[in-house]
């Protein structure tokens, strides 16, 4: 029954939410589809997620590392259902590919490589900044086809729902053997998830692109 709510739910909001913001740009419509699965999953985090509900049973505290990965995963899908919409028309160039490209822009790429070696750079470390500006420069335009970003919307609909039943089976003290099985299952389906859709794949590839460091430590700041 509970699988049934939740799927009569989820298109009913999925529904009440393209006519919402049917006069709004196609970000904000993307977005809007997502809204459905914050819910169901916030639902979860008021019950400390998963983790925090096998930490509260005796019987379950040994695999809390199983439960937080569960919750990391159901996070990474919708942060990345979040990031296809972002980027919808392209990706916008963040903090270390401005950086990078207006001191290639100013100096050349020689000058502002050994600008940034005196400064304490590794080399290692320049070629990704060199190589991610790079791939920023060239995807700053790319674009999503958003029918197909609603298609993993929908395909992730399954793990969000299962990640909700699980936990509501393990509020309401229904634990039995199949709770730690379903986890396991829930985790290997996600990560074939990410593998087999072709957005999500590309949205998890892009962000591992991303080189996440502190510009004012390179830059002689503080």
Same mark, same amino acid.
């Given at each position: 029954?509970?699988?049934?709510?939740?799927?009569?739910?989820?298109?009913?909001?999925?529904?009440?939410? $393209?006519?919402?913001?049917?006069?709004?740009?196609?970000?904000? /419509?993307?977005?809007?589809?997502?809204? *459905?699965?914050?819910?169901?999953?916030?639902?979860?985090?008021?019950?400390?997620?998963? !983790?925090?509900?096998?930490?509260?049973?005796? +019987?379950?505290?040994?695999?809390?590392?199983?439960?937080?990965?569960?919750?990391?995963?159901?996070?990474?899908?919708?942060f990345h259902l979040q990031?296809?919409? #972002?980027?919808? $028309?392209?990706?916008?160039?963040? @903090?270390?590919?401005? %950086?990078?490209?207006?001191?290639?822009?100013?100096?050349?790429e020689n000058r502002f490589?050994?600008?940034?070696?005196?400064?304490?750079?590794? @080399?290692?470390?320049?070629?990704? !900044?060199?190589?991610?500006?790079?791939?920023?420069? /060239?995807?700053?335009?790319?674009?999503?086809?958003?029918?197909?970003?609603?298609?993993?919307? /929908?395909?992730? +609909? *399954?793990?969000?729902?299962?990640? +909700?039943?699980?936990?509501?089976?393990?509020? $309401?003290?229904?634990?039995?053997?199949?709770?730690?099985?379903?986890? @396991?299952?829930?985790?290997? @389906?996600? #990560?074939?998830?990410?593998?087999?859709? /072709? %957005?999500?794949?590309?949205?998890?590839?892009?962000?591992?692109?991303?080189? %996440?460091?502190?510009?004012?430590?390179?830059?002689?700041?503080?």
């Amino acid at each position: 029954m509970s699988k049934i709510l939740f799927l009569i739910s989820f298109f009913f909001l999925f529904a009440i939410s $393209n006519i919402t913001f049917a006069n709004q740009g196609p970000i904000s /419509k993307c977005h809007s589809q997502i809204n *459905p699965l914050h819910q169901e999953r916030d639902k979860v985090s008021k019950l400390d997620g998963i !983790w925090g509900l096998f930490e509260k049973n005796s +019987v379950l505290q040994g695999n809390s590392v199983l439960a937080i990965n569960i919750d990391r995963k159901i996070n990474s899908i919708i942060f990345h259902l979040q990031y296809l919409c #972002d980027t919808l $028309n392209g990706i916008p160039m963040n @903090e270390v590919a401005r %950086y990078v490209r207006d001191g290639i822009e100013e100096k050349g790429e020689n000058r502002f490589r050994k600008e940034l070696i005196d400064l304490g750079k590794p @080399e290692t470390e320049i070629d990704i !900044w060199f190589a991610f500006t790079r791939f920023s420069q /060239k995807n700053k335009e790319r674009s999503l086809d958003p029918k197909s970003i609603t298609d993993s919307i /929908k395909g992730a +609909v *399954p793990f969000i729902e299962s990640y +909700v039943s699980i936990a509501e089976k393990i509020n $309401n003290q229904e634990i039995d053997d199949s709770i730690i099985k379903s986890v @396991e299952k829930l985790s290997t @389906e996600i #990560d074939n998830f990410f593998l087999a859709d /072709k %957005y999500m794949n590309q949205a998890l590839t892009e962000n591992r692109n991303i080189p %996440y460091v502190d510009i004012n430590e390179s830059s002689g700041g503080s």
